[in-house]
C-alpha cells in the first residue's frame, strides 16, 4: 500500500475512534437532534464530569465532527458535518441485520 492510500485509511481510522464511545455517539446524536449544546447540558445528559465531557467533545472535535462557538462564558458544540447521520444509519442496519439472523440461530 502506498503512502498516499495509507494516510487516507489512518484519516478514517482516527474518525472510526472518535466515535468509539457509548458517551461520544450519544453526544454526536444529540447535537444532531437540536442543532447545537452547550457544554453544560452535554455534561448533565451524559452524567460524567466536566473534564470528562470536555475530553470526549475535543476529541470529535479533533476528529473534525464537530465544531464550538464560544458566547461569553459558554461554550455551544455543532455537529460540523450532517452526513454523520447517514453512517448512524447504517449502524442501525447492520444491528437489525444481526439481530435477525441471532433471532433464526435460536428459533
Given at each position: 500500500m502506498?503512502?498516499?492510500?495509507?494516510a487516507k485509511y489512518d484519516a478514517r481510522a482516527r474518525i472510526l475512534k472518535a466515535l468509539a464511545h457509548?458517551?461520544?455517539l450519544l453526544i454526536v446524536d444529540e447535537l444532531s437532534k437540536h442543532g447545537e449544546r452547550c457544554v453544560c447540558e452535554?455534561?448533565?445528559m451524559i452524567g460524567s464530569?466536566?473534564?470528562?465531557v470536555s475530553r470526549h467533545l475535543a476529541l470529535l472535535k479533533g476528529a473534525g465532527l464537530?465544531?464550538?462557538e464560544k458566547r461569553g462564558q459558554m461554550v455551544f458544540y455543532r455537529l460540523r458535518v450532517q452526513c454523520i447521520?447517514?453512517?448512524?444509519?447504517?449502524?442501525?442496519?447492520?444491528?437489525?441485520?444481526?439481530?435477525?439472523?441471532?433471532?433464526?440461530?435460536?428459533?
Open positions: 502506498n503512502a498516499k492510500t495509507m457509548p458517551a461520544r452535554l455534561t448533565e464530569d466536566m473534564s470528562t464537530i465544531e464550538d447521520l447517514g453512517f448512524f444509519d447504517c449502524i442501525e442496519s447492520v444491528m437489525t441485520c444481526n439481530a435477525k439472523r441471532h433471532q433464526e440461530l435460536i428459533a
